[in-house]
T-cell receptor, first 116, second 109 residues
């Protein structure tokens, strides 16, 4: 299957600071990418849909000013957690839609964020 | 809300076939059935998807009932590395993937 890469895989940041997570589609172009969050022992929760060249669409209850999404190219989307708090500590996972394989969605490896 | 119902957990003996059921009685005519799995602390892995015909690839087979209200994912010869949470998701063309709780499959020696 197609490859989606996330960076960093683990990050620790201090409360009040911002942290950026990158999501890249390595062998295909992705007009649409998705960002999820997953807390321990829970399922994935969709946060937002990222569309190249336009504003992201956020799911209900997700603060767009706190979770900034930028999809500036067909292979890169970034999620910036602003003014991070300990309750933002979670596993963040991106995915990308591959139009070349019937719009199948492939996931990155995930990024563990710990806010201290 | 997820539009599928799956058992919370299942066990399977190593080397045997693992049959994972999924109910999606409210599926619409243009919605696909997708299966993903998530091994602990990793991103979900795409397995297979189908619309109404049965599908097979190198990982698994997907059997969809004629009325499309349920499906079964078959791992023909389960190995210990197949232990994971398996998610059955109904998705409209080009739409979002909304995850439910999935089935925790434990493959035992």
């Amino acid at each position: 299957g197609a490859v989606v890469s996330q960076h960093p895989s683990r990050v620790i940041c201090k409360s009040g600071t911002s942290v950026k997570i990158e999501c890249r589609s390595l062998d295909f172009q992705a007009t649409t990418m998705f960002w999820y969050r997953q807390f321990p022992k829970q399922s994935l929760m969709l946060m937002a849909t990222s569309n190249e060249g336009s504003k992201a669409t956020y799911e209900q209850g997700v603060e767009k000013d706190k979770f900034l999404i930028n999809h500036a190219s067909l292979t890169l989307s970034t999620l910036t957690v602003t003014s991070a708090h300990p309750e933002d500590s979670s596993f963040y996972i991106c995915s990308a839609q591959d139009a070349g394989s019937g719009n199948t969605i492939y996931f990155g490896e995930g990024s563990w964020l710990t806010v201290v | 809300d997820a539009k599928t119902t799956q058992p919370t957990s299942m066990d399977c003996a190593e080397g045997r076939a693992a049959n994972l059921p999924c109910n999606h009685s409210t599926i619409s005519g243009n919605e696909y059935v997708y299966w993903y799995r998530q091994i602990h602390s990793q991103g979900p892995q795409y397995i297979i998807h189908g619309l109404k015909n049965n599908e097979t690839n190198e990982m698994a087979s997907l059997i969809i009932t004629e009325d499309r209200k349920s499906s079964t994912l078959i791992l023909p010869h389960a190995t210990l590395r197949d232990t994971a949470v398996y998610y059955c998701i109904v998705r409209p063309p080009g739409g979002k993937l909304i995850f439910g709780q999935g089935t925790e499959l434990s493959v035992k020696p």
